[in-house]
């Protein structure tokens, strides 16, 4: 019976963790401003290299140097690798400086707005058993964050999903030879540099990063008597990571959870956070499942079913209301105090002397006092305002090794 109980327990969990599928990219972003901004950071070209979603190296139009961004690249690299880039990320710079311009007169653009011309390319592999293979490439332009212009690695042509981008297929595809190159470089060629990073990166890119995983809840802003239940890892990287929450062991289901997808961390690793609504009092058990590739089993951490900030709340509220009963005793107390004074003033003139007005001689003076008190209501008005500042994040990208063909081949007019 023991034996059977083990193995249920084996079996339930492999089935709770699905077949690892182990990916790797590489891919070279490059973003062209119509324009300079006057911004720190931001430049009117850049460029960047992304293994495994890690910048590798970088370029922008300031310094004009191809640079590496991780140790490992500065010593498996020789000088004339960075030499050779840093002339390619120029010509690039130059090819993008041109099609901008064109891409506007040809969107009918002001030349007063800042426009943004991208492109991305690179492509992916998939381990299969102990081998890993071509999963698929991505040579795609955008032009102001629309799409612009794909290539279809299957069928060797590239795709314009607007009108403006069929000037450069019809151009592009009638030069056969220039496809069979995006399409050799993005299979092979793309492929062995990956392979050859990955090599160079060694533990750091190989054995990657796990993950640290905590779960919490806070009052639900919506409803007073639900909770937020999130579920949080950070710190894990490559990117790929297996997350639920689960109740009684049991995943919930995607449409009741939110999740911020994957978001990268200042250090190169990666978080994400799933959060579900349920009520405060519910005495369900809750708990989060991880998986990461750098795990040998998943991690699991149980909700311990408290509120961080209901406790804290529900304190607030005890003061307010004693704060409220104090307020209402003084008032309650003040109008007793007042009733009783009127009332006994009042007594107190009723058995005052009255003045004698028979018999009085005339040139007598006769004084009559009157006073009253009128309070005057003093209203004071507080505005606030709250400032908000909108941030415009522009992310900066950089260079490749083997960098496809020369973009000044593809002039898009």
Same mark, same amino acid.
């Given at each position: 019976?023991?034996?059977?109980?083990?193995?249920?327990?084996v079996?339930?969990l492999?089935?709770?963790?699905?077949?690892w599928?182990?990916?790797?990219?590489?891919?070279?972003?490059?973003?062209a401003?119509?324009?300079?901004?006057?911004?720190?950071?931001?430049?009117?070209?850049t460029?960047?290299?992304?293994?495994?979603?890690?910048?590798i190296?970088?370029?922008?139009?300031k310094?004009?140097?191809?640079?590496?961004?991780?140790? *490992?690249?500065?010593?498996?690299?020789?000088?004339?690798?960075?030499?050779k880039?840093?002339q390619?990320?120029?010509?690039?710079?130059?090819?993008?400086?041109?099609?901008?311009d064109?891409?506007?007169?040809?969107?009918?653009?002001?030349?007063?707005?800042?426009?943004?011309l991208? *492109?991305?390319?690179g492509?992916?592999?998939?381990?299969?058993?102990?081998?890993?293979?071509?999963?698929k490439?991505?040579?795609?332009?955008?032009?102001?964050?629309e799409?612009?212009?794909?290539f279809?690695?299957?069928?060797?042509?590239?795709i314009?999903?607007?009108?403006?981008?069929?000037?450069?297929?019809?151009?592009?595809?009638?030069?056969?030879?220039?496809?069979?190159?995006?399409?050799?470089?993005?299979?092979?060629?793309?492929?062995?540099?990956?392979?050859?990073?990955?090599?160079?990166?060694?533990?750091?890119v190989?054995?990657?990063?796990?993950?640290?995983?905590?779960?919490f809840?806070?009052?639900?802003?919506?409803?007073?008597?639900?909770?937020?239940?999130?579920c949080f890892?950070?710190?894990f990287y490559?990117?790929?990571?297996?997350?639920?929450?689960r109740?009684?062991?049991?995943?919930?289901?995607?449409?009741e959870?939110?999740?911020?997808g994957v978001?990268?961390?200042?250090?190169?690793?990666?978080?994400?956070?799933?959060t579900?609504?349920i009520?405060?009092?519910?005495?369900?058990?809750?708990?989060?499942?991880?998986?990461?590739?750098?795990?040998?089993?998943p991690?699991?951490?149980? *909700?311990?079913?408290k509120?961080?900030d209901?406790?804290q709340?529900?304190?607030m509220s005890?003061?307010?209301?004693?704060v409220?009963?104090?307020?209402?005793?003084?008032?309650?107390?003040?109008?007793?105090?007042?009733? *009783?004074?009127?009332?006994?003033?009042?007594?107190?003139?009723?058995?005052?002397?009255?003045?004698?007005?028979?018999?009085?001689?005339?040139g007598s003076?006769?004084?009559?006092?009157k006073?009253?008190?009128?309070?005057s209501?003093?209203?004071?008005?507080?505005?606030?305002?709250e400032?908000?500042?909108?941030?415009?994040?522009?992310?900066?990208?950089?260079?490749?090794?083997?960098?496809a063909?020369?973009l000044?081949?593809?002039?898009?007019?």
């Open positions: 019976m023991g034996v059977f109980l083990v193995l249920c327990s079996f339930l492999a089935a709770a963790v699905p077949a599928s182990e990916k790797h990219s590489l891919y070279y972003i490059y973003t401003l119509s324009k300079p901004v006057q911004s720190p950071g931001i430049y009117q070209f460029a960047m290299g992304l293994l495994d979603d890690r910048e190296d970088y370029y922008n139009s310094e004009q140097k191809k640079i590496p961004r991780q140790h *490992w690249m500065k010593e498996k690299m020789q000088e004339d690798y960075w030499e880039g840093t390619s990320r120029k010509s690039k710079e130059q090819w993008f400086n041109v099609n901008v064109i891409l506007m007169k040809r969107m009918r653009h002001n030349e007063s707005d800042v426009h943004v991208q *492109w991305r390319h492509c992916e592999i998939e381990k299969e058993g102990s081998e890993l293979k071509f999963s490439g991505i040579d795609e332009y955008s032009y102001d964050g799409n612009f212009l794909s279809d690695d299957k069928e060797s042509q590239w314009a999903p607007v009108d403006a981008a069929l000037p450069t297929k019809r151009k592009w595809d009638n030069v056969p030879i220039l496809n069979q190159y995006t399409k050799g470089y993005l299979e092979k060629e793309c492929v062995d540099w990956l392979n050859k990073f990955r090599e160079y990166g060694d533990e750091e190989q054995k990657g990063s796990p993950p640290e995983v905590d779960v809840a806070k009052r639900c802003t919506s409803d007073k008597t639900k909770v937020k239940l999130a890892a950070t710190g490559p990117k790929d990571v297996i997350m639920s929450i109740k009684y062991r049991s995943p919930l289901r995607e449409d959870i939110e999740s911020t978001r990268p961390n200042h250090d190169g690793t990666f978080q994400l956070k799933k579900v609504i009520q405060e009092d519910e005495k369900a058990e809750y708990d989060c499942f991880v998986f990461h590739r750098t795990l040998k089993e991690i699991i951490i149980k *909700w311990d079913g509120c961080q209901c406790t709340e529900s304190m005890m003061v307010i209301g004693v409220i009963g104090v307020v209402l005793m003084l008032a309650v107390g003040g109008l007793v105090y007042f009733l *009783w004074r009127r009332r006994h003033n009042a007594a107190h003139l009723n058995v005052l002397p009255k003045t004698a007005i028979e018999g009085s001689q005339p003076d006769s004084d009559s006092g006073g009253s008190s009128d309070p209501p003093d209203s004071s008005t507080t505005n606030s305002q400032a908000v500042n909108l941030v415009t994040e522009t992310s900066s990208g950089q260079s490749q090794p083997a960098e063909q020369s000044l081949q593809q002039s898009s007019e």
